[in-house]
Nanobody, 121 residues
Framework: QVQLVESGGGLVQAGGSLRLSCTASGSIFGIDAMGWYRQGPGKQRDMVATITSGSRTDYADFVKGRFTISRDNAKNTIYLQMNSLKPEDTAVYYC???????????????WGQGTQVTVSS
């Protein structure tokens, strides 16, 4: 079993900052890409940012220049630094990891439970 635990969400005023963290634990032989996704009320889940094991990053257009994803491979942890937050960034933020649970196994996608980010105007 693999668990992803997110932290760092909360309530912040527009223009403020938050930093999310996500740590993977459990039966892990290796982790490929990890990333952050978000789902606002009544909306679909969208990719926010992803990072490979080699630290190659990809961002959604709506966060470029404001959010930064980073990764600590030794700790199986990723971070999302969110600056210049806007009310439209309000959503539940989910962590995702593509994990190989044991040697020669295929990769599986795992999700965290989500952390709420609310940006007030």
């Amino acid at each position: 079993q693999v668990q992803l635990v997110e932290s760092g969400g909360g309530l912040v005023q527009a223009g403020g900052s938050l930093r999310l963290s996500c740590t993977a634990s459990g039966s892990i032989f290796g982790i490929d890409a990890m990333g952050w996704y978000r789902q606002g009320p009544g909306k679909q889940r969208d990719m926010v940012a992803t990072i490979t094991s080699g630290s190659r990053t990809d961002y959604a257009d709506f966060v470029k220049g404001r959010f930064t994803i980073s990764r600590d491979n030794a700790k199986n942890t990723i971070y999302l630094q969110m600056n210049s937050l806007k009310p439209e960034d309000t959503a539940v933020y989910y962590c995702n990891a593509r994990v190989r649970p044991r040697i020669h196994a295929t990769f599986y996608d795992y999700w965290g439970q989500g952390t709420q980010v609310t940006v007030s105007s």
